[in-house]
């Protein structure tokens, strides 16, 4: 019995994690390097972001973000983000059901086209659309013959940013909805669920905070992008710059105090997207305990 007793703090001790073990000073060292690095890459940049953008006062800051430029590019930017975000998740939701739920010739090619937008430069893909909607381009004859216009008007601003944010949804759904499998989905139709009824009361639910965090980050990337759109803006003021262009022009002209100043209004959009994040992965956590 004594030899039993005697044997227990061994085998505890045994069984504690290797990195407890660690000294210290390695840990404090590591997380020390790790708290610089964040602060000098991401936190001292957004800092001067604000210094400048307050640099010359209140009554300057307020007038570069409340000129009309500056407010119509705002708009356009929050319009744009309106539009793809649900176009995207509707996509997602689509191509995540029909891959996880049906075996079809060719899925592996549709995974892949779905991964196409991270591996082409933004730029790339606006000068595509150039070439397919320009003036100039495959379709442009058409188009000018409706009297219809994509590039450097709001519809190619809207296509641009569709491209970019293309994956996100759907790649945040298809690995939850691969290890969920299908179970649940034929226990349902068994019973004689219909489709619809399989899909509001059995899948959504089990993917609601997957698809909720693939659309902030598809509206993080929306509100944000900057290559392909400026391809196919024009960059005309008023009408087709969004706030990243916005930003860019007033910089161009040496305008610092403004440009830092609209950069702000993105920088604090990112953090209201960071909040949302943050209490959507605190929910999720909360309900799966």
């Not at 049906?102 to 549709?110: A, N, S, Y």
């Not at 937008?117 to 003036?135: C, E």
């Not at 759904?173 to 179970?183: D, E, I, K, V």
């Not at 105090?257 to 909040?275: D, E, G, K, P």
Request: net charge positive; proline share 5%.
């Amino acid at each position: 019995m004594n030899s039993k007793v005697s044997a227990l703090p061994d085998a505890r001790t045994q069984e504690q994690p290797r990195h407890l073990a660690e000294p210290a000073a390695v840990r404090w060292l590591l997380i020390g390097i790790a708290l610089l690095f964040l602060g000098l890459v991401l936190v001292l940049p957004l800092l001067v972001v604000f210094a400048e953008a307050f640099r010359k006062g209140l009554a300057v800051y307020w007038a570069a973000v409340s000129e009309p430029d500056a407010l119509s590019a705002l708009q356009l930017t929050v319009l744009t983000a309106a539009i793809v975000v649900p176009l995207n998740t509707l996509f997602g939701l689509a191509a995540a059901w029909a891959m996880t739920k049906f075996q079809f010739r060719g899925k592996q090619v549709l995974v892949t086209l779905i991964d196409l937008p991270f591996a082409i430069s933004p730029v790339i893909a606006g000068l595509i659309f150039v070439l397919l909607f320009g003036t100039r381009g495959v379709f442009g004859p058409l188009l000018e013959a409706v009297h219809f216009k994509i590039i450097f008007a709001f519809p190619g601003i809207v296509l641009a940013t569709l491209f970019v944010t293309f994956p996100f949804v759907a790649r945040e759904l298809l690995p939850l909805m691969q290890t969920q499998g299908s179970a649940e989905e034929e226990a349902a139709a068994s019973m004689g669920a219909t489709g619809w009824q399989i899909f509001w009361r059995v899948t959504l639910p089990n993917i609601k905070w997957g698809l909720l965090y693939g659309m902030i980050l598809c509206n993080a990337r929306a509100m944000g992008e900057f290559g392909a759109v400026s391809v196919v803006s024009g960059h005309i003021r008023g009408q087709t710059n969004t706030l990243p262009l916005h930003v860019e022009i007033l910089y161009n002209e040496y305008q610092f105090a403004a440009s830092f100043a609209v950069a702000s209004i993105l920088v604090f959009l990112a953090f209201v997207t960071l909040v949302v994040k943050h209490v959507v992965e605190r929910k999720h956590k909360t309900q799966s305990i």
